[in-house]
């Protein structure tokens, strides 16, 4: 696919602000460089590689997928290419902005209740594997337990980040959603170097802390997808507790709060998951004991442009204006 060479490589840069508030070295893993502005170009990339291997699409077939919304758009994107159609499954709380680009890339949009796995007969995941069983030519990549999503980020996420920093990563932090970014990120760098910490955010109420510390497949008491992006109310097969030191929780509030003061900061505006991960950064600086000699990579997964209405209060403009006539 022609889109390939333009996935990843994206920049790494350090954030002065943050790393003189916090007296270390901080940088940002910005995705939203990726063509379809988002980490999760890698692994649908990855993922519908291998289903053309396995000659699983062809064109005229459909694609489909439950997504909140990122991994939906990069599939759509390189469907095009493909000759296939999307189908994208996403829930209630994907943001206005993430469906309409879905809509002008060509997907065709269902929109379910919740993102609570396949046993919940009204979540994302339930529906799209339904869906794909029931129409001859779909196919569902299946994210949440495709190998190759972790893959995409052991191959590529991992490597830049250890060559980015020269090899002197000591902590990275990253939402979980899949687990495919952590996932792949962690499995590479513990290989480089065991000590390098992997950080997990998650919002409050999901699986993934309690599962880390004792195993626990607790019962959430997740209502609705809080932080879009991150948190679940299952474990999927793509997430690798082996390779992750510690999950962090945060609160919802805390983490728009998060995002509007570092735009006010710093003048930019970033995603949501992105904010979670900096309000952990910032709930856990005394634990996470870090020196002038540590380098903290903040993985953020996509842009505030996606969250103008949720994020940063932007209401919904009239397209055209009014004028009195006299
Ligand atoms: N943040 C955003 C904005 C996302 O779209 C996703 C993917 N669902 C994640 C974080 C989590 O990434 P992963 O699925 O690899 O855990």
Redesign the pocket.
């Known amino acids: 696919m022609l889109i390939e060479k333009k996935i990843g490589n994206t920049p790494l840069t350090r954030c002065p602000f943050l790393s003189d508030k916090f007296r270390t070295n901080i940088y940002i893993k910005d995705e939203s460089f990726n063509p379809g502005k988002?980490?999760?170009d890698r692994?649908a990339y990855f993922m519908l590689e291998d289903a053309i291997k396995g000659n699983k699409v062809s064109p005229g077939g459909t694609i489909v997928e439950a997504?909140?919304?990122?991994?939906g758009i990069s599939i759509a994107l390189m469907a095009r290419e493909l000759g296939c159609r999307v189908k994208i499954f996403v829930s209630k709380t994907c943001s206005a902005e993430k469906r309409a680009l879905l809509e002008e890339y060509g997907a065709s949009i269902e929109i379910c209740d919740n993102s609570f796995g396949l046993h919940v007969f009204n979540s994302t995941q339930y529906q799209a594997q339904a869906y794909a069983a029931n129409n001859e030519n779909a196919y569902f990549t299946n994210?949440?337990y495709n190998s190759a999503?972790i893959k995409a980020?052991y191959r590529t996420t991992g490597p830049e980040l250890w060559e980015q920093t020269n090899q002197r990563i000591s902590h990275v932090m990253?939402?979980?959603?899949?687990?495919?970014?952590?996932?792949?990120i962690g499995r590479y760098l513990k290989e480089q170097n065991s000590a390098i910490r992997i950080i997990?955010v998650e919002p409050i109420n999901s699986v993934y802390q309690a599962y880390l510390v004792d195993g626990a497949l607790a019962h959430s008491g997740l209502v609705h997808d809080a932080?879009?992006?991150?948190g679940r109310t299952f474990i999927p097969g793509?997430?690798d507790a082996q390779v992750v030191d510690t999950i962090y929780q945060v609160d919802e509030e805390r983490t728009k709060q998060c995002a509007q003061d570092h735009r006010a900061d710093t003048n930019r505006l970033i995603?949501?998951?992105?904010a979670?991960v900096l309000a952990a950064l910032e709930q856990n600086i005394d634990e996470l004991k870090l020196s002038s000699e540590d380098h903290l990579v903040l993985?953020f997964?996509?842009h505030g442009d996606?969250y103008l209405q949720k994020l940063y209060n932007q209401t919904e403009r009239e397209d055209s204006e009014t004028f009195e006539t006299s």
Request: aromatic share 10%; hydrophobic share 20%.
């Open positions: 988002s980490s999760k692994a997504s909140s919304g990122n991994t994210q949440y999503n980020h990253v939402g979980v959603g899949t687990g495919g970014s952590i996932s792949g997990g932080i879009e992006g991150i793509t997430f995603g949501f998951s992105s979670a993985y997964p996509d996606r």
